[in-house]
């Protein structure tokens, strides 16, 4: 199994940023995607970025030119900076990795961290 670890989440105050990490630990044999997915209360769980080895970067309607992800293919981690935050945005965020533990095609993963709390009020 592949543990996800994610920080940075907090509180911040409307127009506020934040920088959510993801590290990507265990037996990992290629990583094809890893991105942000993010729940809040009362709400179904919803993509927010997502980077695609050879697909290129997805982003959801509602962040688009406030977040930027991006990946450091070497340290198996993924980021998300996040710019002019607004209220609508709090939600538990999620880290997401799908790739495969080693070079046979039967050994997909698709795995998601913990979370991380982040806050926008005021």
């Known amino acids: 199994q592949v543990q996800l670890v994610e920080s940075g989440g907090g509180l911040v105050q409307p127009g506020g940023s934040l920088t959510l990490s993801c590290q990507a630990s265990g037996s990992i044999f290629a990583l094809v995607a890893m991105g942000w997915y993010r729940q809040a209360p009362g709400r179904q769980r919803e993509l927010v970025a997502v980077q695609n080895r050879g697909y290129g970067t997805d982003y959801a309607d509602s962040v688009k030119g406030r977040f930027t992800i991006s990946r450091d293919n070497a340290q198996n981690a993924v980021y998300l900076q996040m710019n002019s935050l607004k209220p609508d945005d709090t939600a538990v965020y999620y880290c997401?990795?799908?790739?495969?533990?080693?070079?046979?095609?039967?050994?997909?993963?698709?795995?998601w961290g913990q979370g991380t709390q982040v806050t926008v009020s005021s």
């Open positions: 997401n990795a799908r790739g495969y533990y080693t070079s046979s095609t039967y050994s997909a993963f698709d795995d």
